[in-house]
């Protein structure tokens, strides 16, 4: 009988170092290219996140058509898909990356029932139960996750699978459903030569003072990589090793240390997939049992505020902006806008969370929760519930003059630097006299940062003694 291999796209949208490829390819007589669309997933996914995906989609559709092969399209859910596929495919074996998210595990335990499904890696770089404590538990630290964690090889450019040539023919007759149009452009180009170029060119220009600019929202001092790897445009496997050869090359310890942090940012990529692998529960609730009591505040016209950048604070309006309109945010904004949601307004960081994911081009469930619960305070190694970030000094540290702000809240874009952070302290005459009103041109702040500041310190405190 002829071996048919089915290689299922997930979340390894590319044709360099694919494992999940590689094995598929051996041994096929045919392979077939498969992308299930999930409704469950599509349902909830940003609107540049799908632009993104599909965009992507078509593209290595475009890339395996010059192989000799297309990509072939089915609508979930997959145990649907995979029925109606084997109607037609007497002998088929499955092969996919290992996905994470309790979603993924979910479906891929379903599938394996009936049929044979086989899995390589490619994720994340070490798998979630292949860093564990001498006592075989989890790690809930991020430090010692991480020391453990670069205790093994790290990957070299010998490492990186090459994208194969021409590829096995589709079995004959097999048909495909259409790839939805996007609704949107996603803003980030989805080709895997962008997400390369994207690299090399961090690598090149940014990476050796990324620990000294990465927290500047003004410059583009990150590689704005996360839509590339959540979707696998690129595996992590290649940054890591790129990134070593930068570090091995790099001249002097401060260079090589600026490396680093990148490097433990992908670390920390790594770690957050370990929690929810372990820790599936944390897509509940706090992974920290005793802050589950907390009385958040329930308030829906604050929330709406937050949504929309109306806070009246300069620094998180700016951010939620830059959110709505590129589907995308700086890592220092994310943990101001929560730490404002939390901490300013009280509100649930459940909120929070499902509104990023509800518009983020690299909305990630693993990243995503514990970037959330770390800036709430309730996660594994979260920032203490005590330390409130301020939003004005905030921006002031991280905007200095302001260019971020003026960037996407261009109704301050026009007041003095000082001005632009704390626009409620021009006097009413400098304000006639630059023709703006507070109230009216930009809102007046939502809370009284100091009061709000001891309402979430009782808060934390009465529902840790509670
Ligand atoms: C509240 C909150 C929510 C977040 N939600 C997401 C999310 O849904 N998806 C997501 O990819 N990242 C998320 N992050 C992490 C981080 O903000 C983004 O990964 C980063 O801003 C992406 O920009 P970059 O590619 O330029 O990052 P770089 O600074 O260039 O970092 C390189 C890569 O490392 C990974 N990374 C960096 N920081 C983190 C981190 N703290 N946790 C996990 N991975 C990290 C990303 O894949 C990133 O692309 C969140 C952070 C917070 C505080």
């Given at each position: 009988?002829?071996q048919?291999?089915?290689?299922?796209?997930?979340?390894?949208?590319?044709?360099?170092?694919?494992q999940?490829?590689?094995?598929?390819?051996e041994g096929a007589?045919?392979?077939?290219p498969?992308?299930?669309?999930e409704?469950?997933?599509?349902?909830?996914?940003?609107?540049?996140?799908r632009?993104?995906?599909?965009?992507?989609?078509?593209?290595?559709?475009?890339?395996?058509?010059k192989?000799?092969?297309?990509?072939?399209?089915?609508?979930?859910?997959?145990?649907?898909?995979?029925?109606?596929?084997?109607?037609?495919?007497?002998?088929m074996?499955?092969?996919?990356?290992?996905?994470?998210?309790?979603?993924?595990?979910?479906?891929d335990?379903e599938?394996?029932v009936?049929?044979?499904?086989?899995?390589?890696?490619?994720?994340?770089?070490?798998h979630?139960?292949?860093?564990?404590?001498?006592?075989?538990?989890?790690y809930?630290?991020?430090?010692p996750?991480?020391?453990?964690?670069?205790?093994?090889?790290?990957?070299?450019?010998?490492?990186?699978?090459?994208?194969?040539?021409?590829?096995?023919?589709?079995?004959?007759?097999?048909?495909?459903?259409?790839?939805?149009?996007?609704?949107?452009?996603?803003?980030?180009?989805?080709?895997e030569?962008?997400?390369?170029?994207?690299?090399?060119?961090?690598?090149?220009?940014?990476?050796?003072?990324?620990?000294?600019?990465?927290?500047?929202?003004?410059?583009?001092?990150?590689?704005?990589?996360?839509?590339?790897?959540?979707?696998?445009?690129?595996?992590?496997?290649?940054?890591?090793?790129?990134?070593?050869?930068?570090?091995?090359?790099?001249?002097?310890?401060?260079?090589?240390?600026?490396?680093?942090?990148?490097?433990?940012?992908?670390?920390?990529?790594?770690?957050?997939t370990?929690?929810?692998?372990?820790?599936?529960r944390?897509?509940?609730?706090?992974?920290?049992?005793?802050?589950?009591?907390?009385?958040?505040?329930?308030?829906?016209?604050?929330?709406?505020?937050?949504?929309?950048?109306?806070?009246?604070?300069?620094?998180?309006?700016?951010?939620?902006?830059?959110?709505?309109n590129?589907g995308?945010?700086?890592?220092?904004?994310?943990?101001?806008?929560?730490?404002?949601?939390?901490?300013?307004?009280?509100?649930?960081w459940?909120?929070?969370?499902?509104?990023?994911?509800?518009?983020?081009?690299?909305?990630?469930?693993?990243?995503?929760?514990?970037?959330?619960?770390w800036?709430?305070?309730?996660?594994?190694?979260?920032?203490?519930?005590?330390?409130?970030?301020?939003?004005?000094?905030q921006?002031?540290?991280?905007?200095?003059?302001?260019?971020?702000?003026?960037?996407?809240?261009?109704?301050?874009?026009?007041?003095?630097?000082?001005?632009?952070?704390?626009?409620?302290k021009?006097?009413?005459?400098?304000?006639?006299?630059?023709n703006?009103?507070?109230?009216?041109?930009?809102?007046?702040?939502?809370?009284?940062?100091?009061?709000?500041?001891?309402r979430?310190?009782?808060?934390?405190?009465?529902?840790?003694?509670?």
């Amino acid at each position: 009988m002829s071996q048919i291999n089915i290689w299922w796209i997930r979340r390894d949208i590319r044709l360099n170092d694919n494992q999940t490829l590689h094995a598929a390819l051996e041994g096929a007589e045919y392979l077939v290219p498969l992308f299930i669309i999930e409704p469950e997933l599509m349902a909830e996914a940003a609107l540049k996140r799908r632009a993104f995906l599909l965009s992507s989609l078509a593209e290595l559709d475009q890339q395996l058509r010059k192989r000799g092969s297309q990509l072939i399209i089915r609508q979930g859910p997959a145990r649907k898909a995979f029925q109606s596929l084997s109607e037609d495919l007497e002998d088929m074996a499955i092969y996919s990356h290992e996905d994470f998210s309790p979603f993924a595990r979910h479906r891929d335990e379903e599938i394996k029932v009936n049929f044979n499904l086989k899995f390589s890696q490619g994720v994340v770089l070490r798998h979630p139960t292949s860093v564990l404590k001498n006592d075989g538990d989890p790690y809930v630290v991020f430090t010692p996750y991480k020391n453990t964690w670069y205790e093994k090889p790290l990957p070299t450019p010998a490492d990186i699978l090459p994208a194969p040539g021409r590829l096995p023919p589709l079995p004959e007759g097999l048909k495909t459903d259409s790839l939805p149009e996007a609704d949107a452009p996603a803003g980030f180009p989805g080709t895997e030569e962008e997400a390369r170029n994207r690299l090399s060119s961090f690598i090149e220009n940014e990476i050796e003072k990324y620990q000294s600019r990465r927290d500047r929202m003004d410059l583009e001092g990150t590689s704005q990589l996360s839509p590339y790897l959540r979707f696998g445009l690129i595996s992590p496997r290649e940054a890591f090793a790129k990134a070593q050869v930068a570090r091995i090359q790099a001249k002097g310890d401060q260079k090589r240390s600026e490396i680093s942090t990148w490097m433990d940012e992908l670390v920390w990529r790594e770690f957050y997939t370990a929690i929810l692998y372990h820790f599936p529960r944390v897509m509940d609730g706090p992974f920290r049992e005793d802050y589950k009591d907390i009385r958040w505040r329930y308030a829906p016209e604050d929330l709406q505020a937050w949504q929309a950048g109306q806070t009246g604070f300069p620094i998180v309006d700016a951010c939620m902006r830059q959110l709505l309109n590129t589907g995308w945010m700086h890592n220092r904004g994310r943990m101001i806008v929560a730490s404002f949601l939390t901490k300013d307004l009280l509100i649930n960081w459940q909120k929070g969370e499902s509104w990023f994911m509800a518009n983020l081009i690299d909305g990630d469930p693993a990243a995503n929760n514990g970037g959330w619960q770390w800036s709430a305070g309730t996660g594994t190694d979260a920032a203490p519930y005590f330390r409130i970030f301020n939003p004005v000094l905030q921006g002031q540290k991280h905007d200095p003059d302001g260019e971020y702000i003026a960037r996407w809240v261009p109704e301050l874009s026009e007041l003095p630097v000082k001005y632009r952070h704390e626009p409620w302290k021009m006097s009413q005459e400098e304000g006639k006299s630059r023709n703006f009103k507070l109230g009216k041109d930009y809102p007046q702040r939502l809370v009284d940062h100091k009061f709000a500041r001891q309402r979430t310190l009782d808060a934390y405190k009465s529902a840790r003694s509670g």
